[in-house]
């Protein structure tokens, strides 16, 4: 079987890992007990937040998908809601009538995709708000990748410092976790989009023989 290459630092079996940039966090001295609510849309901002703030364990979280709510769980926080798309902006018109007359902040990366702010305020949402992490690409990878392989894209980050480093070759495959991520592709590049938006999903599609 040809090798399977995880655009991320999380491990998987039978997969791997390119960790093609790196997570910084970026503090503030937010006061979080002014809101009702909080959004999060990645792992990233939960552990983000949680590295120099705790107040936000007793606001009621809402959380994407399982795998975000399963982190804020598992730090202590209080998931209120999962979002059933896995799409920001799909999230954002499931929010509408759960946030209606809360203060609500969204906790979110330097760099995001979706309209879901937008969408909200256009709702008459109240919402600001808070970056605690940015991207920032690896100069420093020196692994080969071979021939035929798949190599599985986990965000416009991903793509973005994936292209700074390597070339791509016509004998790989690309599986994206999702449409928005799908967007930031090179015209040349030929891909598959995971059913759900988790990277087991990209997984599962990237072991099927008859890609």
Known sequence: MSKIYLLSNQKYDSVENIEVFKIEYIKSNVDLKEYDALI???KNAVYSLDSF?????????????Q?????????GGDVKFTGNSGHGNDFAKELIPLLKD????YIRALRVVSNLVETLKKSGIDIDELITYKTICNDNINKKIEKNSTIIFTSPSSIECFFKTYTWD??????????TTAKYLPDYVDFKISDKTSIEECIKLAMVDSF
């Open 170 to 179: 016509s004998s790989l495959k690309a599986i994206v976790i999702g449409k």
């Open 53 to 65: 703030n705790n107040d936000w364990k007793s606001i009621p979280s809402y959380a994407i998908a």
């Open 67 to 75: 795998k975000t709510a399963d982190v804020i769980s598992k730090e």
């Open 40 to 42: 999060f849309t990645s």
């Open 102 to 105: 809360k203060k609500v902040l």
